[in-house]
């Protein structure tokens, strides 16, 4: 949280190729992962964010910063992209921008993980919640009847991940790992989803990361992910491109 930035309307376009480290063979030869990476809103450390997803193994991706990103949310902008990942944050969005994210994602099985600050994303759009599975309170409000609390972030914490499912997909064969990054507090995760990350730790909330599906799409939430203490972390490195490919259903 904290800093706001200008927003900017220069777009990054990299393509990385694919590596000859990556463990499964099968990929090499498999067009790489099509990642749409949604950025703007939020101050973060660029160089080594996007050095992160070009060291990735059979991923190209190309870069929106909002407020220009909402307008690509339609069957035709995303059609070349296999999954949307959101390092976004951002409230402002029109009733036709809504409609059509939902509908790439619910009836098209559009990808969509979500990193970090975008669990605050529109706040006074109850449906993200949905899309997403978690929500952060950027003030005290309602939603589905509930009252919730402000949500609350701490910088530079250390502390323990905890993998909750190492057979699932996105944390197959992954021990705990230790990281330095920034913990939310007090948000809010929907029962429905599976929880694939745990933290204990005070400051932050029980479950850090997770998976479920919206209509067709799969869909996955990584909280952590402030800097490069994290962007660096080699397991958050793992935890990101298995989250995308799982996503893209590949
Ligand atoms: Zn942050």
Known sequence: MIAMMGLCLVSTTLSAA??????????????????????????????????????????????????????????????????????????????????????????EGKGLVGLHHCLANYQKWPEFLQILGGRYYMEKMKEGGEEREPSTYDHDQRFTVEVVDPNHPITKGMSNFEIQDETYGLF???????????????????????AHNYGKAHVAY?????????????????????????AAKK
């Open 18 to 107: 694919a590596s000859k480290d990556s463990e499964e063979p099968a990929a090499q030869s498999a067009e790489p992962v099509r990642v749409l990476l949604i950025t703007g809103g939020h101050d973060f450390e660029r160089q080594p964010f996007f050095e992160m997803f070009s060291a990735m193994p059979g991923i190209s991706w190309k870069e929106i910063v909002q407020p220009e990103a909402n307008k690509h949310y339609t069957t035709a902008a995303v059609k070349d992209y296999d999954v949307i990942v959101l390092y976004d944050f951002v409230q402002d969005i029109t009733e036709e921008q809504k409609t059509n994210l939902a509908r790439v994602l619910r009836e």
């Open 188 to 210: 809010y995760v929907r029962p429905e989803v599976t929880p694939l990350l745990r933290v204990q730790h005070p400051k932050s909330g029980p479950v850090i990361g997770w």
């Open 222 to 246: 990584i909280q952590l992910g402030h800097d490069h203490t994290a962007y660096t972390n080699p397991h958050y490195r793992q935890l990101v491109l298995s989250a995308i490919r799982w």
